[in-house]
C-alpha cells in the first residue's frame, strides 16, 4: 500500500505540475472513450473506476463546467442518464496521457526490469479477477 501511496501522489504531482486536471479525472475519461458511444450510466463508471458515488457525482459536476462530459436524458428511466464525453473530452484525455504515461515510465518502469515488470504485471493481474 505505501508503494500505492508513493507512486499515485507522484503522477499526481506531475499532472498537477503541467497543469492537468487529477488522475480521477483521467478514470472517468478513459473509460467514457473506451466505450463505442463514448455514453456511460453514472453507475457504470463507479463499476469501472474506484470512485465512490458521491465522489464520482461532484467530479462529473466539474466535469460538466469544463466541458469535458455532458448529461444526456435516458430514454428507459425519465431519472437516469447518461455521462457523454465531448470532444474537449478526448483532447483532455489525450494531453493528460502523455504526463501520465511519461510519469509511470519515470516512477516506476524505470526502476523494474522488463522481467520485473512482466512478474509485477501478472500478480497484478490474478489479483484483479
Do not use: C
Not at 36 to 64: F, W
Not at 105 to 117: F, I, Y
Request: no cysteine; aromatic share 6%.
Amino acid at each position: 500500500m505505501r508503494a500505492q501511496r508513493v507512486v499515485l501522489g507522484a503522477i499526481e504531482q506531475d499532472l498537477k505540475s503541467a497543469g492537468l486536471p487529477p488522475l480521477g479525472w483521467y478514470d472517468v475519461l478513459l473509460e467514457l472513450s473506451r466505450v463505442e458511444a463514448g455514453r456511460l450510466r453514472p453507475y457504470e463508471i463507479e463499476d469501472r473506476t474506484l470512485l465512490a458515488q458521491p465522489n464520482l457525482s461532484r467530479l462529473l459536476d466539474r466535469m460538466e463546467r469544463m466541458s469535458l462530459v455532458r448529461r444526456e436524458a435516458f430514454a428507459g428511466d425519465g431519472r437516469g442518464q447518461w455521462v457523454v464525453i465531448t470532444e474537449a473530452g478526448r483532447v483532455m484525455r489525450e494531453r493528460m496521457w502523455v504526463v501520465y504515461a511519461a510519469s509511470l515510465q519515470a516512477h516506476v518502469g524505470a526502476k523494474l526490469a522488463d522481467a520485473e515488470a512482466d512478474g509485477l504485471a501478472d500478480l497484478l493481474a490474478k489479483l484483479s479477477r
